[in-house]
T-cell receptor, first 111, second 115 residues
Framework: SQQGEEDPQALSIQEGENATMNCSYKTSINNLQWYRQNSGRGLVHLILIRSNEREKHSGRLRVTLDTSKKSSSLLITASRAADTASYFCATDAGGTYKYIFGTGTRLKVLA | GAGVSQSPSNKVTEKGKDVELRCDPISGHTALYWYRQSLGQGLEFLIYFQGNSAPDKSGLPSDRFSAERTGGSVSTLTIQRTQQEDSAVYLC?????????????FGSGTRLTVV
């Protein structure tokens, strides 16, 4: 299985601090994505990063990808209470049609 | 529609009954996916549709699970003779095309509870 594994499983920080979540995977990929899930329901797409990219930004989000280490990180800067959610990475199987999701990091931002 | 719509939002059923879960994807999205998420867990892939055909059904847990898609649009996931281990949130997602170059748009899910 080339499921992504997020680390840490849970993270609790103060509002205004930065939050970093990591994802490791097992086999080569074409694309990797990060999603946010609030309250155990629908997931919201955050960022897609391709295997030939090393870093992408979207607002307060920064995603890095190191294909040599088969790992990615999601950084949320200046966190807010509204960022409290579970964050999942999803990896494709090197060009197939589907994404495999990791087990997620539960982020809690304390006001 | 504007987003992916799933119904019902919540379903409580007795063990042994059949249930149908519906997904209405974004108009024009050819790819449709079903995932299952047990409490506090990650997403488990169930089935992928490209148009009306299902090239990959490998994630369906047993022959009690089936799914179809009609008109390249609405999909129905059917669970026959439900068991308590089927309790989970069932999530549907759509994407403009097959392949992995686009993010998925997820519905809000159906929370299934088998009692």
């Amino acid at each position: 299985s080339q499921q992504g594994e997020e680390d840490p499983q849970a993270l609790s920080i103060q509002e205004g601090e930065n939050a970093t979540m990591n994802c490791s995977y097992k086999t080569s990929i074409n694309n990797l994505q990060w999603y946010r899930q609030n309250s155990g329901r629908g997931l919201v797409h955050l960022i897609l990063i391709r295997s030939n990219e090393r870093e992408k930004h979207s607002g307060r989000l920064r995603v890095t990808l190191d294909t040599s280490k088969k790992s990615s990180s999601l950084l949320i800067t200046a966190s807010r209470a509204a960022d409290t959610a579970s964050y999942f990475c999803a990896t494709d199987a090197g060009g197939t049609y589907k994404y495999i999701f990791g087990t997620g990091t539960r982020l809690k931002v304390l006001a | 529609g504007a987003g992916v719509s799933q119904s019902p939002s919540n379903k409580v059923t007795e063990k042994g009954k059949d249930v149908e879960l519906r997904c209405d994807p974004i108009s024009g999205h050819t790819a449709l996916y079903w995932y299952r998420q047990s409490l506090g867990q990650g997403l488990e892939f169930l089935i992928y549709f490209q148009g009306n055909s299902a090239p990959d059904k490998s994630g369906l847990p047993s022959d009690r699970f089936s799914a179809e898609r009609t008109g390249g649009s609405v999909s129905t996931l059917t669970i026959q003779r439900t068991q308590q281990e089927d309790s989970a949130v069932y999530l549907c997602a759509s994407s403009p095309t097959g392949g992995t170059n686009y993010g998925y748009t997820f519905g809000s899910g159906t929370r299934l509870t088998v009692v």
